[in-house]
Every structure is written in C-alpha cells, then in structure tokens.
C-alpha cells in the first residue's frame, strides 16, 4: 500500500438498491483507485411508503446482497468498513430487524444517517475528484442532486457544503404514490396520473429550495442510477458503460425528450433499451421526472452526469477517519 493510501469497503444501502465499494484512497489527494463496485436491486422500500415498515421479502433479498458483499471485502482485505443506510431505513418502524441482520453478516452496524449527512456524503463524493480538473471547466457553485429510490438530495457548495436539504421525492417512492394501479404500474401511466406526480415533486422542489438556493448554482451535478440510465439512452450506448458516462453532459432538450419518451412508453418498450438495468424498468419514467423537473426549476441548460456519489464520499470519510487513528 501506497503513503498515504487506505484500503476500505464502503456500502451504501438505499431504498431501491444496494452498492458495494471496495477502494484504495488517499484522502490528501482526492485520488480513488477501485478495486471493486458493485450493486444490486434489492428495493428495501418495497411498500415502506404505504405500511411504515420493511418487508420480510425485501429484507432477505437485502441480507442476501450484503452476504455477497461480505466475501468480497474478506477477499479485498479492506482495513476498514463503513456501512450506510438511508431513505427506506430511517422511516421504517421495524429498522432494527434491519440493524441486527446486518450486523450479523458483515460485523459493523448500519449507520441509518440523516438527510442532512447523506447529502455532505453525496457531495464529498461528486466534488472530491473534480478540484484542480481545469479540463471539465465547471464553474462553482455545483448544485449537486442525488436521486434516490425513496429521497432527493440537494446539495451547493464551493469547496464545501453551503446549504442542504433532504426531500421524499425517489423514484421508487414516486412510482408506489402516483404510478401503480391495482398492484401493478401503470403501462404506460396515464395523463393525470403523470400530472399528479408532477404536482408531487414540485412541492418537494419548493420545499428544497427553502434551505438550499437553487438557483445560484452554476453547474448542475447529477447522481444517482436515474440520472445514469437518462446519461446511457441520450448516448445510444449498446450496453451500460461507466467510463462514457461518468462526467458527460445531458442538455435540457434531450432530457426533456427522454423523459417524455420514457412517460409513454411501455414496461416492454422500456425493458428493451440495451442500457437499462432491469431493476430500473418500472421506475425509471419517474426519476427522469425528477430530474427533468429539477432543472426547470434551476434553469439547467445542462446536467453533468456523476458516477462518484454517496458511495464514494463513504470511502473518502473512511480514509480520513483511518489515517487520523480513528
């Protein structure tokens, strides 16, 4: 290992998916070398939105991931692990169900973290690289937009976190309240089903923006499976592909297309573009919502599209802690 360097494990366990980050860090430099990503659809917040509490089902599907994944930090050697849970964890009645599987499988317990801390981590993961990157020419203050299954995060900052604010606007959640009829999402959703969704995440966008200034963002930074997946069918790609989407740009025309596309197309029709994941079928219409609703209102010309979010902030607070002794 390199001066400097720590070897850790991050995870990041949302309400739609679950992600694994094994990596050597240097938390000086903001360099990130990884060793192993990976995710998988496990939707904890199956139902959490109707019944206040986690599925049986959805809680196997998650401890059977974090099996996988405890094999993997044993066969990386990470020194340290860190283990986060957000959205469908905090609002969930029966969370320590949750806490003790966990704990059980990989040894440290879930941190189930504010809003307020998931957005710093968000925005230490989707900044960290870009200081001194003269050759991205992105002008400061970033708004950093972290789309969840269950929560958006709302992040500006320079060097550093200015304002931020948490909201219950995901994709999954947005999907359960507005697009599923009779146990089933609607395919494809109806007008008013659509114009109820949009009323949803526009009270939410009102709600952010009492915290977080919007609109004095320069630079739009978008993260997040949704904000990914709109990346990979703007640029036609064959198959999903990290390297051609971390740190491309999405315009507003295109998003707004896409997003329109998505909203009248079919589960089949959706299921067949060669970059969707097939866990993210039935929910991404909504998170394009989202996201397209977010830059009208910053009046996004552009989103900068992140694969460093959440995950990678994780494994950057990690590092610190280890090299300062903690």
Do not use: W
């Not at 089902?57 to 993997?72: G, H």
């Amino acid at each position: 290992m390199e001066e400097g360097f720590s070897r850790v494990a991050a995870v990041d366990c949302g309400t739609n998916s679950i992600r694994l980050l094994v990596a050597d860090v240097n938390p000086a430099t903001g360099e990130l070398r990884e060793l192993d990503r990976r995710m998988t659809i496990v939707r904890l917040g199956q139902g959490v939105d109707k019944t206040g509490k986690l599925a049986p089902e959805a809680l196997e599907r998650t401890f059977a991931a974090c099996r996988e994944y405890a094999e993997v930090i044993r066969e990386k050697g990470a020194d340290k692990v860190r283990f986060v849970a957000t959205s469908a964890s905090r609002d969930a009645s029966n969370r320590d169900d949750f806490v003790r599987g966990v704990l059980d499988i990989l040894g440290v317990e879930p941190e189930v973290i504010t809003g307020d801390e998931e957005a710093d981590l968000s925005f230490t993961g989707a900044t960290a690289e870009l200081t001194g990157r003269d050759d991205l020419a992105l002008a400061k203050p970033y708004l950093v937009v972290d789309i969840g299954g269950g929560s958006t995060e709302f992040v500006v900052g320079d060097d550093a976190v200015r304002a931020a604010r948490s909201v219950n606007i995901g994709c999954v959640r947005m999907t359960e309240r507005h697009l599923v009829r009779d146990g089933k999402v609607s395919d494809p959703p109806t007008p008013d089903q659509i114009t109820a969704m949009r009323a949803d995440i526009e009270a939410a966008l009102d709600l952010a923006e009492q915290t977080v200034p919007l609109r004095e963002a320069r630079t739009l930074v978008g993260l997040a499976g949704s904000v990914t997946t709109v990346s990979a069918i703007a640029q036609n790609l064959p198959e999903y592909d990290t390297d051609a989407i971390h740190h491309s740009r999405v315009s507003y025309d295109r998003v707004r297309e896409i997003t329109e596309s998505l909203l009248a197309s079919t589960h089949a029709e959706r299921a067949a573009i060669p970059s969707m994941h097939p866990g993210r079928v039935d929910v991404i219409g909504a998170g394009a919502l989202v996201l397209l609703s977010i830059m009208e209102r910053v009046g996004a010309s552009e989103v900068v599209v992140s694969e460093h979010d959440i995950l990678d902030g994780i494994a950057f607070k990690v590092a610190a802690e280890s090299e300062g002794g903690n």
